[in-house]
């Protein structure tokens, strides 16, 4: 049985609240809040965007603010982002952090100096050294996120995997955060990837054009797997029985996770995350994988239970709601293409083919003191099914024993080729970011 390690020990306990939670790469000498001080009090004062979706970016109004941010002033440079996935807990905020409100703004109180300006959302981070003189509003420029992995020029970008969709079009989010490119249309142009992120086929058509190899060579390379921050495995026809009845593979899947990987599942590739962890998002009908499939005590699944997640018909959901308030207040207002407000209580999100027909509690290890430790699946959204009605979970994470996470989507990206983003964009967008979070509590050996 796994323990849940001392992730707040000495850590502050604002520093590991689900809402400000840091980034295990937070680190370095740090400025303090001269708030109580005697000496000169500067206010410096902006908006943290998302990558790509800054001010002058988009149309007016189309704008991402990025909430949950972590901003602070430090003596000197952050320590580098670990390029490997590592199990490490939440550690304590400088005393200068603060984290950015449901629209991305923040307020810091340093004395005239200089400083590190740190700025970072789970592994996305802008570090920039900035002198203060007096009050200061930054403009965009220093306050977006990035778009490209540069460390030299303090602009980190997790490293990430996508398994090319054939349905479901991942790489047009990334695009539109300006990792890689789109065109004038909104699709994304293949070649862009080359450098920001790398594709692995799995039936995705032009996109396995730029692939670096296939899903099933990454999830055979457990060493190779540890190399990406995010894997992303979005809708595909392909079924992948082979890889998927490989006890190594599985195993390799779960390892990935508990050493902190990311995994992020939409739609009818819903197998990679319910024939491997099986326990925790029940599927509805045949096509889900029962928790049986998968004995914890001898580590070993049963392939003869597994469904493939391909649910059918497909659905739409035109009252899909956000039941995570953190969504809900950073969705609320934006603008869709159409120019309209979002509504966070009734949105639309089509292309739905999966029905998630219930959320389980898992038992994933013991605590210091010997009580368990539990997993209990987080909605992010939820919407009628199409098809016994009533409100189901549309979009849930759970988090395994270990360090990662992993999300899971009933609904495409998006059901068709646009500029600008849909809401169903918007809340994976958010949760791309959210998904790379450090860990509160992890449960290790």
Known sequence: MKKRSLACLLVLVAACSPEDRTSPSASGVDAGDSG?????????????WAPGNAP?????????????AMVYLGLIKPDPIPQRVECVPCTEAPPSAVITDAKGAFELHPAPGTYWLVIQKAQFRLEQQIVVTGDW??????????????PDNGKWIPHIALASGMYDAMESILGKMGIGQVGYDGSFIPPSAAGNFDVYSNGGYELDSVAVGSLSNLVNDLDR??????????????????????????????????????????????E?????????????????????????????WYPRQFGNADGSPSYSSPDAKAVDPGLADWLDGQLGPNG?????????VEGNWDHIAGLHDVE???????????????????????AAGGEKTLTATFEPAGCGRVLYSTY?????????????????????????????????D
């Open 36 to 48: 109580g001080s005697t000496g000169a009090v500067a206010t410096v004062a902006g908006t943290v």
């Open 56 to 68: 002058g970016m988009v149309p007016p109004g189309n704008e991402i603010a990025v909430s949950g």
């Open 137 to 150: 509003e930054l403009p965009a420029e220093q306050t977006t996120l990035p778009s490209v992995h540069d």
């Open 225 to 270: 797997m540890m190399t990406y921050h995010i894997i992303f495995i979005p809708c595909s026809g392909d079924d992948n029985h082979a890889a998927l009845r490989d006890q190594a593979v599985l195993r390799n899947l779960r390892s990935y996770v508990e050493a902190g990987g990311r995994l992020y599942v939409t739609d009818w590739s819903g």
């Open 272 to 300: 990679w995350m319910d024939n491997v962890f099986p326990q925790q998002i029940e599927l509805k009908g045949r096509v889900d994988t029962p928790a049986t499939a998968y004995d914890p005590d001898t580590d070993r």
């Open 340 to 348: 309209w407000p979002i509504d966070p209580e009734a949105f639309m």
């Open 364 to 386: 994933v290890g013991v605590d210091d003191m010997g009580q368990p430790v539990v997993d209990k699946p987080k909605p992010y959204v939820t919407g009628s099914d199409g």
């Open 412 to 444: 495409h990206t998006t059901e068709s080729i646009h500029v600008g983003l849909e809401p169903q964009e918007r809340v994976l967008l958010y949760l791309l970011l959210e998904i790379g979070v450090c860990r509160d509590d992890p449960v290790v």
